[in-house]
């Protein structure tokens, strides 16, 4: 075994390890160990993502049983940047909680003595401890997911992802609980959904491991109509946990509750477990065998190719649709926190606008166009490659949009935007780090939102899907519409009689400074990393089925 190959599962093993450690642990030994998990995580993921990166897909079964037997952990191109997003995210985030614990939850703590009937009996405070354990947890899920090479153990981490997320939520509080249990009856869900996938999936060829399943899809057209309901129960369901209109409801009071280092993690990460999963079982599982741009079998039943194709328009259509009801709700938000999670269902409808280009048969003849000279796999490569380049854009901008707004929150007690006017003056550096991840949450250039929908662009009009450049278009103005919607009143210096502006009484007795650098440096990273569009591009290829 190699150490690459070691580290493949320490990246889930590690950080669950440590989650177990600190349910024993005093808090402020957990805020030292948190700290600590993210640089183990982060020095493990240094040679998985080296060996992709040089083009090798990174594989350990353990117990050294081979699939289908075996638990086979396997790491290609889509698995590393989708673990970079997790460790960048995860380690600013749990920094940022370890400076700041009042926002990792609140808690219920007796205050008066046994004797004393004077004192009310219990009171809410900041600094949960419980949201070290569920937090490392739920890393070592998300981990589990990127890394699983077969169906079930996808399955068993999606679930340790959504269960620790809803217990998260539930840290806000009282008026947290609702949002958690309608969180809690998705999630499950969903999974369920999922699971019933995963039993089709099994019983049509035989095996849970992704790539044996894949081949036996492609060389076995008997099994498509198992695949096609298996992808629509598998679409469903992550589309559940995704929050795509209009099953997006119980997301805007789950995300906009939860306490302040909680909403970044759930719209930049746990959301993507999700997405990842998707695009796992719909490219690399599914299309192969199924989508006529990557050249299926030529005896492959036609039925069940209408059939998916028009799941794949119902896809695209809905993503179109929560893109523009997403933007619209967020616009009409007076709050910080609800409007970013309103944008998060914006967001989320780009990453399906791509469904169409994969099974439109109008793609197989793209040579003859005067548009392109593109071959059909290559459209089809640049469209989930534009895809992920949104999704990892969306990760790192909206974390640093959630932790500022939250900070907020903390600091003063609120996030109505009326009420903050004139913050960026009192705190130049965190509003700073707000408007570059607005930058990369609009998609302008100079950032990875910027490549991924130029990628998407070209890839539709190879495909002559002219509908998605609209949307794309009308996406871009109404985000940046709500986003200034959000900043400029905080770059407010006076009002309008020039008499200054007035802050609302702060709740922390003191404003702690360097967790002040966290959406900064989010920020940072959401303009550095539009640089490395066509490194993301190169990696997806290692392990891609095109």
Excluded at 133 to 147: E, H, Q, R, S, Y
Aim: include cysteine; aromatic fraction near 8%; proline fraction near 6%.
């Amino acid at each position: 075994m190699t150490f690459t190959q070691f580290s493949l599962g320490a990246l889930v093993l590690f950080p669950l390890l440590t989650a177990s450690a600190t349910v024993v642990c005093p808090h402020r030994v957990r805020r030292i160990v948190g700290p600590l998990t993210a640089l183990g995580v982060a020095v493990f993921t240094v040679p998985v993502v080296a060996a992709v990166s040089g083009g090798h897909t990174v594989e350990l079964a353990l117990s050294d049983f081979r699939a289908p037997l075996g638990i086979m952990l396997r790491a290609d191109g889509l698995s590393v940047l989708f673990l970079c997003l997790a460790t960048i995210v995860g380690s600013i985030v749990t920094l940022y909680a370890a400076l700041l614990p009042k926002a990792t939850g609140r808690q219920l703590v007796s205050t008066r003595p046994l004797t004393d009937a004077a004192l009310p009996p219990t009171r809410w405070q900041g600094a949960h401890p419980a949201f070290w354990p569920l937090w490392l947890a739920c890393w070592a899920g998300l981990n589990a997911v990127f890394v699983s090479g077969d169906l079930f153990n996808t399955y068993v981490g999606l679930e340790l992802v959504g269960l620790t997320a809803v217990a998260l939520v539930a840290l806000g509080g009282k008026d947290a609980w609702p949002a958690a249990l309608r969180y809690l009856f998705i999630a499950v869900l969903g999974s369920l959904l999922f699971l019933v996938a995963v039993g089709l999936l099994l019983s049509a060829t035989g095996t849970l491991d992704i790539e044996q399943a894949s081949r036996i899809i492609a060389e076995q057209p008997r099994t498509h109509p198992a695949v096609v309901l298996a992808l629509a129960l598998v679409s469903l369901g992550l589309a559940l946990k995704l929050a795509l209109v209009p099953l997006h409801r119980w997301l805007i009071p789950a995300h906009a509750g939860a306490p302040g280092t909680v909403s970044p993690l759930l719209s930049a990460l746990v959301i993507k477990a999700s997405l990842f999963v998707l695009l796992r079982c719909w490219v690399w599982l599914a299309a192969p065998g199924m989508a006529p741009s990557l050249d299926p079998a030529p005896d492959a039943p036609a039925d069940a190719l209408i059939e998916l194709t028009v799941l794949t328009w119902l896809l695209g259509g809905l993503g179109a649709l929560a893109v523009i009801v997403g933007s619209v709700m967020a616009l009409k938000q007076s709050r910080l926190k609800p409007l970013i999670a309103y944008s998060t269902v914006a967001q989320v409808g780009y990453w399906f606008l791509f469904f169409p280009i994969l099974l439109d048969p109008t793609s197989d003849s793209l040579e003859d166009r005067a548009v392109t000279t593109l071959a059909d796999d290559a459209v089809l490569a640049g469209a989930v490659a534009g895809t992920v380049a949104l999704a990892l854009g969306h990760g790192i901008a909206k974390a640093g949009l959630f932790l500022a707004a939250g900070f907020l929150k903390d600091v003063y007690g609120t996030d109505e935007i009326d009420a903050l006017r004139g913050a960026g003056k009192r705190h130049p550096v965190l509003v700073m780090g707000m408007g570059m991840c607005a930058v990369g949450l609009a998609g302008l250039p100079v950032s990875l939102g910027f490549t991924g929908k130029w990628q998407v662009a070209t890839s539709a009009v190879g495909a002559g899907h002219y509908w998605m450049l609209a949307v794309l278009v009308l996406g871009t103005l109404l985000s940046a519409a709500y986003l200034l919607k959000a900043l400029a009143p905080l770059l407010v210096a006076a009002e309008d009689d020039d008499s200054e502006v007035r802050l609302p009484e702060r709740v922390l007795e003191a404003t702690p400074l360097l967790p002040q650098f966290a959406p900064f440096a989010l920020g940072t990273l959401t303009v550095v990393t539009g640089l490395l569009g066509a490194w993301s591009a190169s990696v997806l290829e290692v392990g891609a089925p095109w």
